[in-house]
């Protein structure tokens, strides 16, 4: 009898902690794609009764959540997804730009077809998107190009780090994005990142890719006058 409710135990154990992996990974995605915009107000009853799931769960993902700076919480008040903090925004790119810039180098100095074949593919994807004004597909395909990258150079743990710090800059490039010529912008970048490292360039390529990943910085001003209650003061 013991055994039976040890097992149902770490049943129920489980299905807690694949339930909170499942609630932080949406609203995750719903905060870097903006339909959660900083400010909004997570009510847990309400996040409870839209995943189906316990308090626990749901607990839990809005810690990791909070973990990342993505959510505020007030104790006894409310959780509110947070501003985009610039200072954070900056040490995320500055990390995805140090770990990628070697990356590329890597590839360059040892160029690979099929990685080079696939990494084409995901940017013919990206043109689809960007020609049906598909923002978060777009998104979706932009980031599935980086971490091929990772993917290709056997450093995929690394892609989970940068990920966990890069919750501001993507909400900045994600805000960036429907900017006239943004998109084409962004493909045209990623063509030159590829051409490179097919051409066996070390050095271009870790130009191109610096270059592709600080842009969005650039347009802070231009972004906090048009959505000031979306950025920490």
Do not use: C
């Amino acid at each position: 009898m013991q055994d039976a409710i040890t097992v149902a135990s770490a049943r129920v154990r489980e299905r807690g902690r694949i339930g909170a992996a499942y609630v932080f990974d949406a609203l995750r995605q719903d905060i870097i794609a903006l339909a959660l915009a900083p400010g909004s107000v997570l009510s847990r009853a309400e996040l409870q009764d839209r995943f189906g799931l316990s308090s626990t769960p749901v607990r839990d993902a809005l810690m990791r959540l909070q973990e990342e700076g993505l959510v505020e919480v007030f104790p006894q008040h409310a959780t509110v997804v947070s501003p985009i903090d610039l200072e954070k925004a900056q040490q995320g790119q500055f990390l995805r730009r140090s770990i990628e810039s070697e990356i590329v180098r890597v590839l360059a100095l040892k160029p690979d077809r099929s990685v080079i074949e696939r990494l084409n593919g995901l940017i013919r994807q990206q043109s689809a998107f960007a020609k049906l004004g598909e923002y978060d597909a777009f998104t979706a395909a932009d980031q599935a190009f980086h971490k091929m990258m990772y993917l290709s150079t056997n450093v995929t743990d690394l892609w989970e780090v940068v990920a966990r710090h890069s919750g501001h800059i993507d909400r900045l490039r994600r805000l960036h994005l429907p900017v006239g010529g943004k998109m084409r912008d962004v493909i045209r970048d990623h063509k030159a990142i590829v051409a490179a490292i097919a051409a066996g360039k070390p050095a271009d390529a870790q130009e191109r890719l610096r270059d592709h990943l600080s842009r969005s910085l650039g347009f802070v001003e231009t972004l906090r006058r048009k959505h000031p209650g979306y950025f920490r003061k």
